[in-house]
């Protein structure tokens, strides 16, 4: 059974930082593009980041690019976006979800979400 | 900036079919953009219903069904069920690594 399960979410003041996580089982983690996706209280979803499944490839949205890293470390079957210069209006809850190829397409699995909470 | 359209909200009455639409503020969608659709209620992570334009998740009953209509893709309900009560969301591969969501419909089973 394929689970993603996120952490590391929490409190951080405007422009502090923060490293979320997502355990990746079930399947063959080096062999799928990855992505965060996150959702804003009362918002809808908006896809932020992605990664091939080397990690050789990352995609970035505009609203995060140049303060979000993604990466994933293989061997330990995990997912990572650290988070810089945080907003506001990063507050949301942080998706980790799986295409449903090894190729760049949607999502097939999400993880239940971690929730980041941007303010003073 | 790339805008993907959605009903903001539709209405059906139990066992009738509703089919909810996704386009783009420019140009028509194709099975090219692999669209998919995913079901969310609140408070809850969303599940994925149909991805690919047509192929539907695992586990997913027969009565969701997505398609090609016109220049939008499409997610019809047929037999629409009280637990159908839910935001839905389609999504489009732009290409180059990005993905764009649509606005989302809520859809009300009354």
């Known amino acids: 059974e394929v689970q993603l399960v996120e952490s590391g979410g929490g409190l951080v003041q405007p422009g502090g930082s923060l490293r979320l996580s997502c355990a990746a089982s079930g399947f063959s983690f080096s062999s799928f593009v990855m992505s965060w996706v996150r959702q804003a209280p009362g918002k809808g979803l908006e896809w932020v980041l992605g990664i091939s499944g080397t990690g050789d490839n990352t995609y970035y949205a505009d609203s995060v690019k140049g303060r979000f890293t993604i990466s994933r470390d293989n061997s330990k079957n995990t997912l990572y976006v650290e988070m810089n210069s945080l907003r506001a209006e990063d507050t949301a809850v942080y998706y980790c979800?799986?295409?449903?190829?090894?190729?760049?397409?949607?999502?097939?699995?999400w993880g239940q979400g971690t929730l980041v909470t941007v303010s003073s | 900036q790339t805008v993907v359209t959605q009903e903001p909200s539709f209405s059906v009455s139990p066992g009738g079919t509703v089919t909810l639409t996704c386009g783009l503020s420019s140009g028509s969608v194709s099975s090219s953009y692999y669209p998919s659709w995913y079901q969310q209620t609140p408070g809850q992570a969303p599940r994925t219903l149909v991805y690919s334009t047509k192929t539907r998740a695992s586990g997913v009953p027969d009565r969701f069904s997505g398609s090609i209509l016109g220049n939008k893709a499409a997610l019809t309900i047929t037999g629409a069920q009280a637990d159908d009560e839910s935001d839905y969301y389609c999504i489009l591969y732009m290409g180059s690594g990005s993905f764009v969501f649509g606005t989302g419909t809520k859809v009300s089973v009354l």
């Open positions: 979800a799986r295409s449903y190829s090894a190729n760049w397409r949607p999502f097939d699995h």
